[in-house]
């Protein structure tokens, strides 16, 4: 069984700043993928980025990138340039050994004016 | 690609009735899940189809729900005897190959 755990409830940010989002995850599989999804208030589920377990290089999207430490198991989203419309639930999720995303409980992200 | 769709986009019903939701994938996905999202909480995983066939079922998936892919197209997802614990929004996402998962919109239940 997957397990994901976002720790930070709430986080808020500057415009144009950086913030930091959290995850941790347990697994017993070998290979597995890491999402951070984002949830606009109403609107669709967006994929942001995508680790692949088996690379070692952290992966990257324009101002969103993560810090992977697979023996940490932990799983960081890091936004850059924050704008206002990164407001969101950011979710992180695991995929490993089935199809489903295991989810944790989410971030929610204000970006102040 | 006009992504994936979810009807209704809210629907709201009496406890004791049967309710039925339906996802239209992008086209050309062969992989369709469905998932239950509570408030305040992360979206979990309810079942999945690899074309008509059902190959994942969670066990929050009691034998009150049933969901039917009957041609590799749409889904729908029926719950029976709606129970108040029931509300949730209801998530619907394709992919194509086991990649990349993209979600709808939802269909928002609340049963009074």
């Not at chain 1, 959290?22 to 208030?41: A, G, I, V």
């Not at chain 1, 979710?91 to 992200?109: M, N, P, R």
Request: proline share 4%; charged share 20%.
């Amino acid at each position: 069984a997957q397990t994901v755990t976002q720790s930070q409830p709430e986080m808020s940010v500057q415009e144009a700043e950086t913030v930091t989002l959290s995850c941790t995850y347990d697994t017993s599989e070998s290979d597995y993928y890491l999402f951070w999804y984002k949830q606009p208030p109403s609107r669709q589920m967006i994929l942001v980025i995508r680790q692949e377990a088996y690379k070692q290089q952290n992966a990257t999207e324009n101002r969103f990138s993560v810090n992977f430490q697979k023996a940490a198991k932990s799983f960081s989203l890091k936004i850059s340039d924050s704008q206002l419309g990164d407001a969101a639930m950011y979710f992180c999720a695991a995929q490993g050994g089935s199809e489903k995303l295991v989810f944790g409980k989410g971030t929610k992200l204000t970006v102040n004016p | 690609d006009t992504g994936v769709s979810q009807n209704p986009r809210h629907k709201i019903t009496k406890r004791g009735q049967n309710v039925t939701f339906r996802c239209d994938p992008i086209s050309e996905h062969n992989r369709l899940y469905w998932y239950r999202q509570t408030l305040g909480q992360g979206p979990e995983f309810l079942t999945y189809f690899q074309n008509e066939a059902q190959l994942e079922k969670s066990r929050l998936l009691s034998d009150r729900f049933s969901a039917e892919r009957p041609k590799g197209s749409f889904s729908t997802l029926e719950i029976q005897r709606t129970e108040q614990g029931d509300s949730a929004m209801y998530l619907c996402a394709s992919s194509r190959f086991g990649n990349i998962q993209y979600f709808g919109a939802g269909t928002r239940l609340s049963v009074l």
